[in-house]
């Protein structure tokens, strides 16, 4: 895909971990890339960026290391209220890089390939992977104090090309086990599967310590086969919610989505009529329209990308966007920007803009500066929600709100040329990672 949406979150330079919930900033994060290669059309190779967004009055200084040898430490800074995309170079710091390691039963390989990335302030942070055809998906990097000890994988339910799952670790003799593989790495180091007749969504994932999880397809397709990377770094079971909002994406009247459960005899439902029952270990694609998505364990929820069809010039295609649940939307003030890499047969890229809150809080957002009419709002059946959600340019829109008791959620995406990207911002997750507090801060020197 040939952009992203970047989500800035102004909130004090200072703050205390003194709540369950807090914003999806930080100081430290550790994450990685699974190889996004693509070599069928030219021109070939992989863009790999870490996007830090600074919502700070003063500069921000960024230390970025890993261990794989080729790397080279990266010390920058970031000027305040700014984003600074980060070449992430060699391309081959990918997990499994160039051809991932297929056999028939999949088994984990361990590399050197883990990223961390360190700041003085407190930033947000997003990894950006894009084949230079614009195939390419991005995603929240998780701040390493909200990491967790469990994850369900969510990949593609039709691929031509490997089903992926990445966990980095944040501290040495890290045990995880995926699936029913268990490995012991330290940190920084990666343990990846990667399957193409196994799917891969449904997989638990567990350590002994709090670890990033990282998981999506090299190139899945979407209802009209469009081929396009799909990557989400997944949220920690501790943070799942049994309560969420299903909008469709711009010109889709239903939408499909991917929901997985670590419960057994989870029943979820939409509008109130029951669209699945699951196990633990079980995922099911679905398609809905505007609804409430509600279930009695709890979930997680991924939106999936599609092309909208003939009728609206093949725009959109496949990509994964990671929903919050309504109990984690935020009052965080949010600052984004859609960014345009490489467009894709000619077409320019189109963004859009979702806003998610309840009814008392529609007139209290401002977007840009100014009061959206709370007529422009519109309503999720059967529910105390409602949404806006426009087309918009690929320059920077604020959306905030002076009101203490406004609860909202973001979304930005992006179409293109039978491809897509976008991804939510604006919401809390639990702390799930105290020992991330403690740690020693990046001393930068520039």
Same mark, same amino acid.
């Given at each position: 895909?040939?952009?992203?949406?970047?989500?800035?979150? @102004?909130?004090?330079?200072?703050?205390?971990?003194?709540?369950?919930?807090?914003?999806?900033?930080?100081?430290?994060?550790?994450?990685?890339?699974?190889?996004?290669?693509?070599?069928?059309? $030219?021109?070939?190779?992989?863009? @790999?960026?870490?996007?830090?967004?600074?919502?700070?009055?003063? =500069?921000?200084? #960024?230390?970025?290391?890993?261990?794989?040898?080729?790397?080279?430490?990266?010390?920058?800074?970031?000027?305040?209220?700014?984003?600074?995309?980060? $070449?992430?170079?060699?391309?081959?710091?990918?997990?499994? +890089?160039?051809?991932?390691?297929?056999?028939?039963?999949?088994?984990?390989?361990?590399?050197?390939?883990?990223?961390?990335?360190?700041?003085?302030?407190?930033?947000?942070?997003?990894?950006?992977?894009?084949?230079?055809?614009?195939?390419?998906?991005?995603?929240?990097? #998780?701040?390493?104090?909200?990491?967790?000890?469990? +994850?369900?994988?969510v990949t593609s339910t039709l691929a031509l090309f490997p089903d992926m799952i990445a966990v980095v670790a944040y501290q040495d003799n890290t045990q995880i =086990?995926?699936g029913t593989q268990t490995v012991t790495i330290n940190a920084l180091q990666v343990a990846s599967v990667a399957s193409l007749l196994f799917k891969l969504s449904?997989?638990?994932?567990?350590?002994?310590?709090?670890?990033?999880?990282?998981?999506?397809?090299?190139?899945?397709?979407?209802?009209?086969?469009?081929?396009?990377?799909?990557?989400?770094?997944?949220?920690?079971?501790?943070?799942?919610?049994?309560?969420?909002?299903?909008?469709?994406?711009?010109?889709?009247?239903?939408?499909?989505?991917?929901?997985?459960?670590?419960?057994?005899?989870?029943?979820?439902?939409?509008?109130?009529?029951?669209?699945?029952?699951?196990?633990?270990?079980?995922?099911?694609?679905?398609?809905?329209?505007? =609804?409430?998505?509600?279930?009695?364990?709890?979930?997680?929820?991924?939106?999936?990308?599609?092309?909208?069809?003939?009728?609206?010039n093949e725009k959109g295609g496949s990509f994964f966007v990671q929903l919050p649940s309504t109990e984690k939307m935020s009052n965080t003030s949010v600052l984004?920007? $859609?960014?345009?890499?490489?467009?894709? +047969?000619?077409?320019? @890229?189109?963004?859009?803009?979702?806003?998610?809150?309840?009814? /008392?809080? /529609?007139? =209290?957002?401002?977007?840009?500066?100014?009061?959206?009419?709370?007529?422009?709002?519109?309503?999720?059946?059967?529910?105390?929600?409602?949404?806006?959600?426009?087309?918009?340019?690929?320059?920077?829109?604020?959306?905030?709100?002076?009101?203490?008791?406004?609860? +909202?959620?973001?979304?930005?995406?992006?179409?293109?040329?039978?491809?897509?990207?976008?991804?939510?911002?604006?919401?809390?997750?639990?702390?799930?990672?105290?020992?991330?507090?403690?740690?020693?801060?990046?001393?930068?020197?520039?």
């Amino acid at each position: 895909m040939a952009a992203r949406a970047l989500c800035f979150l @102004l909130v004090p330079a200072i703050f205390v971990y003194a709540v369950s919930n807090v914003p999806t900033i930080g100081n430290d994060f550790v994450f990685t890339f699974f190889n996004a290669y693509v070599n069928t059309t $030219p021109p070939y190779g992989v863009l @790999l960026l870490a996007l830090v967004s600074n919502n700070n009055n003063g =500069t921000a200084n #960024i230390v970025v290391t890993s261990p794989y040898p080729s790397f080279k430490t990266i010390r920058v800074s970031v000027a305040p209220h700014s984003v600074l995309k980060i $070449p992430i170079t060699p391309e081959s710091i990918q997990d499994q +890089y160039p051809h991932p390691n297929i056999t028939f039963h999949p088994h984990i390989v361990v590399e050197d390939k883990g990223i961390r990335l360190q700041s003085d302030l407190p930033v947000a942070v997003y990894a950006h992977a894009e084949n230079f055809d614009g195939r390419s998906d991005s995603f929240l990097v #998780i701040p390493a104090v909200q990491l967790g000890m469990q +994850y369900v994988a969510v990949t593609s339910t039709l691929a031509l090309f490997p089903d992926m799952i990445a966990v980095v670790a944040y501290q040495d003799n890290t045990q995880i =086990t995926i699936g029913t593989q268990t490995v012991t790495i330290n940190a920084l180091q990666v343990a990846s599967v990667a399957s193409l007749l196994f799917k891969l969504s449904g997989t638990p994932i567990s350590g002994n310590k709090p670890f990033g999880a990282i998981s999506g397809c090299t190139c899945g397709l979407d209802v009209a086969l469009a081929c396009d990377y799909e990557a989400v770094m997944l949220l920690p079971v501790g943070a799942w919610g049994t309560q969420f909002t299903a909008i469709p994406f711009m010109y889709l009247s239903k939408n499909y989505y991917q929901v997985v459960t670590n419960t057994n005899n989870t029943i979820v439902s939409a509008g109130g009529t029951i669209v699945a029952k699951l196990n633990q270990g079980e995922y099911r694609r679905i398609q809905i329209g505007t =609804t409430m998505v509600t279930s009695n364990h709890p979930i997680l929820l991924i939106q999936m990308g599609e092309d909208t069809g003939v009728e609206n010039n093949e725009k959109g295609g496949s990509f994964f966007v990671q929903l919050p649940s309504t109990e984690k939307m935020s009052n965080t003030s949010v600052l984004f920007q $859609p960014t345009g890499f490489f467009e894709s +047969y000619g077409m320019p @890229l189109f963004f859009f803009l979702r806003i998610v809150t309840n009814l /008392a809080s /529609a007139g =209290t957002i401002q977007l840009d500066g100014a009061t959206i009419n709370a007529l422009q709002f519109k309503h999720v059946p059967n529910s105390n929600f409602y949404y806006y959600e426009t087309a918009t340019s690929n320059t920077t829109h604020s959306v905030t709100t002076s009101n203490p008791g406004t609860q +909202y959620s973001v979304m930005s995406y992006t179409y293109g040329s039978v491809a897509g990207c976008g991804f939510t911002c604006a919401f809390n997750l639990p702390v799930g990672n105290p020992i991330a507090l403690t740690s020693a801060q990046a001393t930068i020197q520039l």
